[in-house]
């Protein structure tokens, strides 16, 4: 007798439980109408403050871009390194575009992680979320921030960063503002960065259509299909559908332009994941557009398992971004 595939992956109890609580809040912060309670998901999204004084081995300074949009990034700085040489690190968290920021505990962790073990100078970006503000809001202020590390020498940059190793990188949300940004600094002349990497871990992509994974883990924690739906009507201009070509990248109204300097990619899926079947098409579409991209898959792991360091692949991640790194690194 021919058994169906696990639905959810086989997790310590108490991170199960601490996802069901995650995915609690995040449905009830979600108005019917629209809109987002944001007293209510403070009770989970606690924020981190910065440390001038080295915090597990990592500097860590909030830096203003334009105060009339609150766009600011958080700056990490490894302390314990001996390279000569950081390469940078532009990173955009998740939440559907609608959830958390640059502070958020859950994606501070990351970018120290990411700081201390690459290494690396990590600046995670306070963009403006929706449905306050729709598209392109993120991807301006990501484009924006971009353009400031070219052109200004602000207090707390260290000495060691090369901004001719600069790399985009993103989780689900962020992964795509990660490739918008990139398809934009593709046309921009800057003084003195170069791009030569994006780093896309389960970017949130989709479409209309509905996917074999999509269907067989509809109720999937976390990012559910209906919650998919919700974040995209909540991003996207009024009366657009999911085959908006930031959604359905290489869907139907694509463009069929990346330009000539889209960087090499590197794609992380989830076994689990509802949208492992677009990432995969979205790696596909890469490759026939002849830009370079490596996929890496992870079987039993869950859409957000990146934020957990007890799961291996966690730890498996972050090698695969260092190798990465240092093969674009050595191509230059």
């Not at 601490?18 to 309670?37: D, K, P």
């Not at 003084?191 to 067989?216: A, D, H, W, Y």
Request: hydrophobic share 40%.
């Amino acid at each position: 007798m021919t058994q169906n595939p696990p639905s959810s992956p086989d997790l310590p109890c108490k991170l199960r439980f601490y996802l069901f609580i995650l995915s609690f809040v995040l449905h009830t912060a979600r108005r019917s109408n629209g809109t987002v309670n944001r007293r209510f998901m403070k009770l989970l999204d606690s924020e981190a403050s910065p440390s001038n004084k080295p915090n597990n081995r990592v500097k860590t300074t909030d830096i203003m871009v334009d105060p009339s949009r609150n766009l600011w990034f958080r700056l990490y700085v490894p302390t314990t390194t001996q390279a000569t040489k950081l390469p940078v690190i532009l990173y955009f968290h998740g939440g559907g575009f609608v959830f958390f920021s640059a502070n958020s505990s859950l994606f501070e962790d990351i970018c120290k992680r990411l700081a201390l073990k690459l290494p690396a100078v990590v600046i995670s970006v306070n963009y403006r979320l929706a449905p306050e503000h729709r598209y392109p809001s993120p991807f301006e202020d990501g484009f924006d921030v971009l353009k400031f590390l070219d052109t200004t020498n602000f207090e707390g940059l260290p000495s060691n960063i090369d901004v001719g190793r600069c790399f985009l990188a993103g989780d689900s949300a962020g992964g795509n503002i990660a490739h918008n940004v990139a398809i934009m600094a593709g046309v921009h002349e800057f003084s003195k960065m170069k791009l030569i990497g994006v780093i896309g871990i389960q970017p949130f992509f989709g479409g209309e259509e509905r996917t074999e994974s999509e269907t067989r883990l509809k109720k999937a924690l976390i990012l559910s299909s209906e919650i998919s739906d919700w974040y995209w009507k909540a991003f996207l201009p009024a009366g657009s559908d999911r085959d908006h070509p930031v959604v359905n990248v290489f869907g139907p109204r694509w463009n069929g332009i990346l330009g000539v300097n889209f960087p090499a990619s590197i794609v992380f899926t989830g076994g689990f994941d509802p949208l492992q079947d677009w990432q995969k098409r979205y790696c596909d579409g890469l490759k026939k557009a002849g830009k370079q991209v490596y996929l890496v898959e992870y079987p039993n792991s869950f859409h957000g398992f990146y934020c957990f360091p007890q799961l291996k692949e966690s730890s498996l991640l972050i090698e695969e971004v260092k190798d990465f790194i240092e093969k674009q690194s050595a191509a230059q």
